[in-house]
């Protein structure tokens, strides 16, 4: 059974960090994309960054680019985002889901992930 499992969340802090961990179980991620998303209340879905799992290769929103990372993790089948200098408007919850899309440019359209993640809160707030 394909299972997608996002952890990491919770309150904190602006200016601080998190890490969310997205681990998949019931198909290898070696040729997929992962892709993080994150909703704020009120507001549609937006993409944030993905990572292409065979070749390492990433994309990230403007609005995250040098302050969030994404990465393969060292246990197989996780895939991280690092998040520091996180701000307010960070706030959301964030989804991990998966595409098979083993070539092609960065990033895919939302709708060919076929697999999403129940969600993890980031509430960024002091």
């Known amino acids: 059974q394909v299972q997608l499992v996002e952890s990491g969340g919770g309150l904190v802090q602006p200016g601080g960090s998190l890490r969310l961990s997205c681990a998949a179980s019931g198909f290898t991620l070696d040729y997929y994309v992962i892709g993080w998303f994150r909703q704020a209340p009120g507001k549609e879905r937006e993409g944030v960054s993905c990572?292409?799992?065979?070749?390492?290769?990433?994309y990230y929103a403007d609005s995250v680019k040098g302050r969030f990372t994404i990465s393969r993790g060292n246990i197989k089948n996780t895939v991280y985002l690092q998040m520091n200098s996180l701000k307010p408007e960070d706030t959301g919850v964030y989804y991990c889901a998966t595409a098979p899309f083993p070539i092609g440019s960065l990033p895919i359209p939302p709708q060919i992930y076929n697999s999403w993640g129940q969600g993890t809160q980031v509430p960024v707030s002091s």
């Open positions: 990572i292409r799992h065979s070749d390492g290769s990433t």
